[in-house]
């Protein structure tokens, strides 16, 4: 995917559905001169989701669906293509997208996951990685495809599991390294 110099940022939406930590990081990205995003929209599957207070925060538009509903999706992709959305960047999201949906955007999502894929996709990565005894784990970005978690990679950045690590320490130390990768793997993207 290349952005050619001059040319406007491709206007970009994030679908969270909890803390926005990795939002957070996608909005201060999308601010720098040098970001080939801008992100113009985001979306939520959860009214409560401290993210929104961050869209909010920076005026960005921002609205809550409800996924469980049939039409929701087809509804989002007006929606977006309204607001000529080019680009989307799940952060967090918890729903999964239909293949339809997917097919819409084909090969303009991306996904930030907590474990070095394709090992330990799903749910519950810190918690299975440390039961296992691992003594390496970390977080990928991706490309969104049909298959949960099995897209193409982008970037990956490895973590050291610590002894006394649990689930929790664990996933704060991988968070931390998730908010320097998902703008590397979009620049590396773009460029
Ligand atoms: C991150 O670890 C992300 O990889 C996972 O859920 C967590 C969400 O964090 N899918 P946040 O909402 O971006 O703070």
Redesign the pocket.
Known sequence: MKKLIGQKKINTAVF?S??????KSLIRFSIKKKSPIKVVFVISSNLDAK?LLLAKKHKIKNKVYNFNKRNTEKKIIIELKKREVKFICL??FMKILSKYFIENFKGKILN???SLLPKYKGLNTHWRVIKNKEKISG?TVHFVNAKLDSGKIILQKKVKILKKDTPQTL?KR??KK?HDLYPKAIEKIFS
Do not use: K, Q
């Open positions: 969270i909890g803390t926005g930590s990795n939002l993210g952060a967090g930030i996951h907590p977080c996933s991988i968070l998730e």
